[in-house]
């Protein structure tokens, strides 16, 4: 006679747990839990009951008792697989990715070819951006079943993370030729699509997800990034709008919204959901700096301390206000990078300029500075625009005087790229072999600033005759002021070098992409934030063919004047 094994129901038990599963499946969750609950005090390590209670808990948003369940199944059982998929679900849902990643490794290491258990490895794995790792997991799905579309279309996932998009769009075709409604694979579909700029065919695909999945938050945001990219802000202020309807605290769509509106010249709404910037994917949480000020009351008094919280040209853009906050009674203090350190220190108001992570003087209020446009409830309309507000420094001018006035003129500083790391690089900056129209000219003489050269950049420089390269013989931003003041020209694509000369009144031409920034407007030849800078504007998405042959025809007759 066999002996009865505890982890299996019998008898009543077993009436039990399939009358609790049947209220389960009915959504009759409370009624389940009380027989569940019944059921694992007369057997606490029966292992069915013990899932299906995780699995109630954790529906039911409780993870923390789902963990409890799903580990004591783990111990029950530990040689099996399913209890530790659903203790790593478990723990993915409690934010605990790493100790998920763990439990799944030791669910495959029980069973190595096991689809369920490399899949959510996979998962867990491109959540934490281990993307490489996460491909080794969907790929050896498919060697075990060439035709699992779930795995094609998580892979096409990881594969995007790796920068690889035209492989991750191949990837979605195959998953949809084996399953043509499958949402991930037509997700990642879409934006494979939109990474690869074709941006058309992604407005195309988003619109099908929406249409088949229409509380799907992130096609719908992401529909209104492909939007912007077509320059059709309007409408997509209102796919981020369906976003925010299903889930009114979605930061990334509230940011998207704020930059589409800030682009069509809502200033009053853009300003304000700006402030959603904090909390959008991936960013840190803010430093809590003390008390902070938005605008909320007059400053009379007050020391107001300014924090650098994004790019260069950011800072110095908004850097226009601190003027404002001093003739308004405050002392104004300012943590900037460093390379900002010396030339902010000359700025009307600013009483004290800290390097960013130095100790901080004392202060009774904050502000970032991408928060100053709020704080003064700034309209298209009311943008300060008192410029030159920045200026080199005599000293570093005459450093430099040598050099650039050895050229003959007109003496042009240009630069052609921005941030290799900033997410728009790609459509901002420009190939130095593009700009060979302008050196074949012989209109001017060029200054390069360009501080980080790429891989075909030296190359292309030594072709170009008479070009002075100094990006790499340039300190802080002090440097460039010095050098910027004694050309005649700056010609520079929308950098921290654009917003330092407009700032600093000297003739400025920003060459920009079909979809620019917010800032320089969508359409006009000026911006309202540097009304004497002429824009130049790529015609149709890509075309810098188009922009560096009006370049060439503005240089040719800066030259003649000259």
């Known amino acids: 006679m066999s002996k009865p094994n505890p982890q299996q129901p019998s008898g009543n038990l077993g009436v039990l747990l399939a009358q609790a599963a049947t209220l389960h499946r009915q959504g009759q969750f409370r009624e389940a839990e009380k027989i569940y609950a019944r059921i694992l005090k007369q057997a606490p390590d029966q292992v069915e009951t013990l899932l299906l209670m995780a699995q109630?808990?954790?529906?039911?948003?409780?993870?923390?008792?789902?963990?409890?369940?799903?580990?004591?199944?783990?111990?029950?059982?530990?040689?099996?697989?399913?209890?530790?998929?659903?203790?790593?679900?478990?723990?993915?849902?409690?934010?605990?990715?790493?100790?998920?990643?763990?439990?799944?490794?030791?669910?495959?290491?029980?069973?190595?070819?096991?689809?369920?258990?490399?899949?959510?490895?996979?998962?867990?794995?491109?959540?934490?951006?281990?993307?490489?790792?996460?491909?080794?997991?969907?790929?050896?799905?498919?060697?075990?079943?060439?035709?699992?579309?779930?795995?094609?279309?998580?892979?096409?996932?990881?594969?995007?993370?790796?920068?690889?998009?035209?492989?991750?769009?191949?990837?979605?075709?195959?998953?949809?030729?084996?399953?043509?409604?499958?949402?991930?694979?037509?997700?990642?579909?879409?934006?494979?699509?939109?990474?690869?700029?074709?941006?058309?065919?992604?407005?195309?695909?988003?619109?099908?997800?929406?249409?088949?999945?229409?509380?799907?938050?992130?096609?719908?945001?992401?529909?209104?990034?492909?939007?912007?990219?077509?320059?059709?802000?309007?409408?997509?202020?209102?796919?981020?709008?369906?976003?925010?309807?299903?889930?009114?605290?979605?930061?990334?769509?509230?940011?998207?919204?704020?930059?589409?509106?800030?682009?069509?010249?809502?200033?009053?709404?853009?300003?304000?959901?700006?402030?959603?910037?904090?909390?959008?994917s991936g960013m840190p949480a803010p430093r809590a700096y003390g008390r902070l000020w938005r605008g909320e009351f007059p400053l009379q008094g007050k020391r107001i301390l300014l924090t650098a919280e994004q790019g260069l040209g950011d800072t110095i853009q908004f850097a226009r206000y601190v003027p404002l906050l001093a003739r308004g009674g405050a002392t104004a203090l300012l943590e900037v990078p460093a390379e900002l350190v010396s030339l902010l220190s000359r700025l009307e108001g600013a009483t004290q300029v800290v390097p960013r992570g130095e100790p901080l003087p004392a202060f009774d209020v904050y502000c970032p500075f991408g928060s100053l446009p709020l704080a003064f409830k700034t309209e298209l309309a009311t943008v300060p625009a008192q410029i030159p507000y920045l200026a080199a420094d005599q000293a570093r001018i005459e450093k430099w005087r040598p050099r650039i006035q050895a050229l003959d003129p007109p003496r042009v500083a240009l630069v052609w790229a921005g941030n290799p790391h900033h997410v728009n690089d790609r459509n901002r900056s420009i190939a130095p072999a593009k700009l060979r129209p302008l050196w074949e000219a012989g209109a001017a003489r060029f200054v390069s600033l360009q501080r980080e050269l790429r891989a075909t950049d030296a190359a292309e420089l030594k072709s170009v005759p008479g070009l002075l390269h100094l990006g790499d013989s340039l300190g802080d931003l002090d440097d460039t002021a010095a050098v910027l003041a004694l050309c005649d020209l700056v010609i520079a694509v929308d950098t921290a070098v654009a917003h330092l000369a407009a700032a600093m009144g000297r003739p400025t031409w920003v060459l920009l992409p079909f979809a620019p920034d917010w800032r320089w407007t969508l359409d006009s030849g000026h911006s309202p934030w540097y009304p004497a800078a002429r824009l130049f504007r790529q015609p149709q998405p890509g075309d810098w063919d188009s922009v560096i042959g009006r370049v060439r025809a503005e240089l040719g007759a800066l030259g003649a004047n000259s």
Not at 60 to 83: F, I, K, Q, S
Request: aromatic share 6%; glycine share 8%; proline share 4%.
């Open 56 to 280: 109630l808990q954790l529906g039911l948003g409780r993870p923390a008792r789902a963990r409890d369940h799903a580990a004591a199944a783990v111990r029950a059982r530990p040689n099996t697989v399913e209890p530790l998929l659903l203790l790593g679900h478990v723990q993915r849902a409690l934010k605990q990715d790493e100790e998920a990643i763990a439990t799944f490794e030791k669910a495959i290491a029980l069973d190595t070819s096991h689809i369920d258990a490399l899949g959510c490895l996979g998962d867990a794995l491109l959540a934490r951006g281990r993307a490489a790792e996460a491909l080794g997991c969907f790929d050896k799905i498919l060697v075990h079943a060439p035709r699992h579309p779930e795995a094609l279309a998580n892979r096409a996932a990881a594969l995007a993370a790796l920068g690889r998009f035209a492989e991750a769009l191949a990837s979605c075709e195959a998953a949809l030729a084996l399953a043509p409604g499958h949402p991930v694979a037509l997700y990642n579909r879409a934006n494979a699509l939109a990474n690869l700029d074709r941006h058309a065919e992604a407005l195309a695909a988003y619109d099908r997800v929406v249409g088949l999945f229409p509380q799907h938050l992130a096609a719908w945001n992401n529909r209104g990034n492909t939007l912007m990219a077509l320059k059709r802000h309007r409408e997509a202020i209102d796919s981020f709008g369906c976003a925010i309807a299903l889930q009114p605290d979605f930061a990334d769509a509230h940011f998207g919204q704020a930059l589409a509106l800030l682009a069509v010249g809502d200033y009053g709404r853009g300003f304000a959901e700006y402030e959603w910037r904090w909390k959008r």
